[in-house]
């Protein structure tokens, strides 16, 4: 922990201070991947609260993930800043809500529905309209951009036509279906994750008294990721601002990736019009990745249309040189992922941990392969934003009996004489078969004993950092991580979408499916999708830190037609792609595993550029110029933030 406010700074470069000592009034930082905005807000909340200027329990500071939120309220802690809220404009909105709702609308709030396709497949079922999975995912999909967009069914298919939406059915159809949606859960007393944000906007326009007790509480806001922000988000933070305007923005124009999603980064953009007197800091030290792989960064941006890219800032690396990026060419997607896993098998057998390397890819559904070949190179791995422990239906039902028994409690008698929080989880759960001792064998029965286990623990946990916690806390608490989908952490490799992977980083990143087709997507039509498509592939680039593997496949299955070419948004800056025929580039022999022969021709024909910029200590930022902190690429008193001998072994796995 830093002994003064001062010290909070000494982490930051000059424009980063900059950010972090305007604590005052509207703060808009536009900035590339990389560059510290997120580090730059996280200081700016310590410092203000070591400083004595921000009052820790005023302070809101909101984050695209539930896991950045805890990441920077971690980062907070050790900072010597605890007590900020730290989190998702949902978790925030749904805490609010629970707490004015008795008092506002009466009774509680409803719940949050569990399966919301099922209930959007019985709405259809309900009006006639019959759909195939792919289209009652796109259904839901249209009534989630409708909610967050605040369209109501009678203007669905106006504004869908107007933000050209590739809408699955008629019009006319969705509006009609997302009408009897809306009803239906209305007469199942459900709320799904848009009406969180959508009642607390309500409450907050209807109800002064709310609104002015928010405000009380909240007096300063902080909003990273500010350029996917949906004008559903925008208008809560509006009402949470009041004509208050003690705001901190940061973001980046070029990665905005939730735009289907009706997000948008016009806020970002237009900041300083709204807020004319606002502070405005550029970041450009790019802190994250080598210069390799900001190059590549900067060379995807240069080739970006739109508004997003008329406001670019190219990124300079800080970091000193490091390998090129591998590109590697594949007959098909097994091959692909087996050449991936090998890569990963071979890199955590030198001893690059598990944790530091990533997988990532355009849609989930590619996922499948990926964990298939990670099972048979005996890799640990973990899927983000897919982890089940909440969706198991044993965690399900166990859910479902705790929230009916918070509900009931008062009046039931079976919880009347137990007294503490984990006494009662135990006794609704003996009630879903959990028993205090572990059933006998394995398998299945084994299962599900472990996970109400992890449900028992979990009360426990809760009960100890929360003094005289509620069932109806924790039930409160079970909710917000079911929708984290917060399952116990493994330490393994990361397989997550491109979407899921924004905000972090890692040393190693294959970024997979770098194909026609898949990058861009094939239902990417017009220009805005095709320009979001690049964004995306931008984002995966800058979550690199040191090695990045780019691949495709020639054809989808072993044995079939070779239709896919590698993304038109590689052409001239993969070498060999310079031609029109966008072949791939040459390298190794036989067409297998081309770019994964270890530096052969591809790599080589990249000009290396080596920039001229200051090792820095990746800790604190000072510039080094001790040869043996610059290996280290930190100072001798800083803590390590990771395994310090990973870069050395990256180091030798290059040189092989
Ligand atoms: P993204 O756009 O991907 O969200 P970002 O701009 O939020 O990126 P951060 O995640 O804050 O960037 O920082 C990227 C990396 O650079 C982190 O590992 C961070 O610790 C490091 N970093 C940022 N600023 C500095 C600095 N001044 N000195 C040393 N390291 C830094
Ligand atoms: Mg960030």
Known sequence: VPDTADAVLEGLDPEQREVATALRGPVCVLAGAGTGKTRAITHRIAYGVRAGILQPSSVLAVTFTNRAAGEMRGRLRQLGASGVQARTFHSAALRQLQYFWPKAIGGSLPRLVDRKIQLVADAAAACRIRLDRGELRDATAEIE???????????????????????????????????????LKRARSVIDFEDVLLLTVAVLQDRHDVAEQVRAQYQHFVVDEYQDVSPL???????????????????????????????????????????????????????????????????????????????????????????????????????????????????????????????????????????????????????????????????????????????????????????????????????????????????????????????????????????????SDLVVELDERAGAQHAPTVQGVTLASLHSAKGLEWDVVFLVGVAEGMMPITYAKTDEQIEEERRLLYVGVTRAREHLHLSWALARTPGGRPSRRPSRFLKGLRPGSGTADGRAAGGGSGGVERGFAGGGGAVAAVPRRTQRTPARCRVCGRTLTDAGEMKLMRCEDCPSDMDEGVYERLREWRAV
């Not at 472990?450 to 069932?471: K, P």
């Open 233 to 471: 988000q925008q208008r809560l933070l509006e009402l949470w601002l009041g004509d208050r305007d003690d705001l901190c923005v940061v973001g980046d124009a070029s990665q905005t990736i939730y735009s289907f999603t009706g997000a948008t980064p016009d806020h970002l953009l237009d900041f300083r019009g709204r807020h004319p007197g606002a502070t405005v800091v550029k970041l450009v030290r790019d802190y994250r990745s080598t210069p390799q792989v900001v190059h590549l960064a900067n060379g995807l941006l240069a080739q970006a249309r739109g508004r997003a890219a008329d406001h670019r800032l190219e990124l300079v690396s800080q970091r000193p040189a490091g390998p090129e990026p591998v590109y590697g060419e594949y007959p098909d997607e097994p091959a692909e992922a087996e050449g991936a896993a090998r890569r990963i098998r071979e890199l955590i057998d030198s001893g690059v941990p598990a944790a530091g390397i990533a997988v990532l890819f355009r849609t989930n559904s590619q996922s499948e392969t990926y964990e298939q070949a990670l099972a048979d190179a005996g890799v640990p791995y973990q899927l983000r934003g897919a982890e089940r422990f909440f969706d198991r239906p044993e965690v399900r039902k166990a859910n479902s009996a705790l929230r009916a028994a918070a509900r009931f409690g008062g009046n039931d008698s079976l919880l009347d004489d137990v007294v503490d929080l984990p006494s009662q989880v135990r006794a609704v759960l003996s009630g879903e078969g959990w028993t205090t001792e572990p059933p006998a064998g394995s398998g299945a029965v084994r299962e599900r004993w472990e996970s109400l286990a992890a449900l028992v623990h979990l009360a426990q946990d809760f009960a100890t950092a929360r003094t005289g916690a509620t069932l």
């Open 145 to 183: 951009w409708s909610k967050v967009t605040q369209t109501v069914p009678a203007d669905y298919a106006l504004a869908a036509a107007k933000a050209g939406r590739d809408t699955p059915r008629d019009p006319a159809e969705i509006a009609q279906l997302y009408s009897a949606y809306e009803d």
